[in-house]
């Protein structure tokens, strides 16, 4: 059973940063490992869309209105993937989640989403 846990949102005044991490594990004892992931926001009313995303290559794509101040990254021998989040706006305010394809040595690749977790910015 693979779990995808978010962590790192909070609360945070414009300017400032955030670390977003998404961290996969299982319970029994698999080898784990993210292939691939991508960051998603959604904003109150509003649709969840991309933020952020990588592969085993390395990242692959990012929202216009981030590229710049948000970097992907992977670590942990790929059982974690983070998302940098500096000089924060107010319109960066959402839930964010996490989508990934995770590689365990018990049951292959399947694709897990994480419960997503808040981060508000300050004016």
């Not at 998302?83 to 694709?111: F, H, I, P, R």
Request: charged letters at 15%.
């Amino acid at each position: 059973q693979v779990q995808l846990v978010e962590s790192g949102g909070g609360l945070v005044q414009a300017g400032g940063s955030l670390r977003l991490s998404c961290q996969a594990s299982t319970t029994t004892g698999s080898i784990v490992r993210i292939n691939q992931a991508t960051w998603y926001r959604q904003a109150p009313g509003s649709q969840r869309e991309l933020v952020a995303s990588i592969t085993g290559g390395g990242p692959k794509d990012y929202a216009n209105d981030v590229k710049g101040r948000f970097t992907i990254s992977r670590e942990n021998h790929a059982t974690t993937v983070n998302l940098q989040m500096n000089s924060l706006k107010s319109e960066d305010t959402a839930v964010y989640y996490c989508d990934a394809d995770v590689w365990t040595s018990m049951s292959g690749t399947q694709n897990y989403w994480g419960q997503g977790t808040q981060v508000t910015v300050s004016s």
